[in-house]
């Protein structure tokens, strides 16, 4: 979920069941919700692959006041745990130096890559400036350098 949204780990651990699902059970097309970190409102869709995801994890058992993301206890999974989590899974595959923040830069280094469009790219994860935007996806010397090395006019 947190490549598929571009949510900070904070929002994604904050979220709960009636963020996606409506009072009559069906799971939402759209979340809106308040950034913790911004303050900004961020309102985006659900794509296919969370839609199905969430289906089947949520289930009918989770009542909607539920966070999405439960620890082993039964309360909020914290940023910690939620680290732990991913860095575990993602040493079990064979990837090394994930950390919470990693599935938001994979969003933003995806789209810039498939669109090329930086302000949109810019716009989806509500950062300031393009300088942010560029060090946030890991655009690199080498990257600006290939540009005018494969680029004969």
């Given at each position: 979920m947190g490549i598929n949204t571009a949510l900070r780990v904070?929002?994604?651990?904050?979220?709960?069941?009636?963020?996606?699902?409506?009072?009559?059970?069906r799971l939402r097309s759209f979340v809106s919700m308040k950034e913790a970190k911004t303050g900004k409102l961020k309102q985006f869709p659900l794509?296919?692959?969370?839609?199905?995801?969430?289906k089947d994890y949520i289930g009918s058992g989770m009542e909607s006041d539920q966070f999405l993301f439960l620890s082993a206890k039964g309360g909020p999974l914290t940023r910690v745990q939620a680290y732990r989590i991913l860095n575990d899974a993602a040493q079990k595959?064979?990837?090394?130096?994930?950390?919470?923040?990693?599935?938001?830069?994979t969003f933003g280094y995806h789209t810039y890559r498939q669109t090329k469009n930086l302000g949109l790219v810019q716009k989806?994860?509500?950062?300031s400036s393009s300088v942010?935007?560029?060090r946030y996806i890991g655009?690199?010397?080498?990257?600006?350098?290939?540009?005018y090395l494969n680029l004969n006019l």
């Amino acid at each position: 979920m947190g490549i598929n949204t571009a949510l900070r780990v904070s929002n994604l651990l904050t979220l709960t069941v009636g963020d996606v699902r409506d009072r009559s059970g069906r799971l939402r097309s759209f979340v809106s919700m308040k950034e913790a970190k911004t303050g900004k409102l961020k309102q985006f869709p659900l794509n296919s692959a969370v839609l199905k995801v969430l289906k089947d994890y949520i289930g009918s058992g989770m009542e909607s006041d539920q966070f999405l993301f439960l620890s082993a206890k039964g309360g909020p999974l914290t940023r910690v745990q939620a680290y732990r989590i991913l860095n575990d899974a993602a040493q079990k595959v064979g990837i090394d130096a994930v950390g919470t923040h990693t599935l938001r830069k994979t969003f933003g280094y995806h789209t810039y890559r498939q669109t090329k469009n930086l302000g949109l790219v810019q716009k989806l994860l509500n950062h300031s400036s393009s300088v942010d935007t560029l060090r946030y996806i890991g655009i690199e010397q080498e990257d600006l350098d290939a540009v005018y090395l494969n680029l004969n006019l």
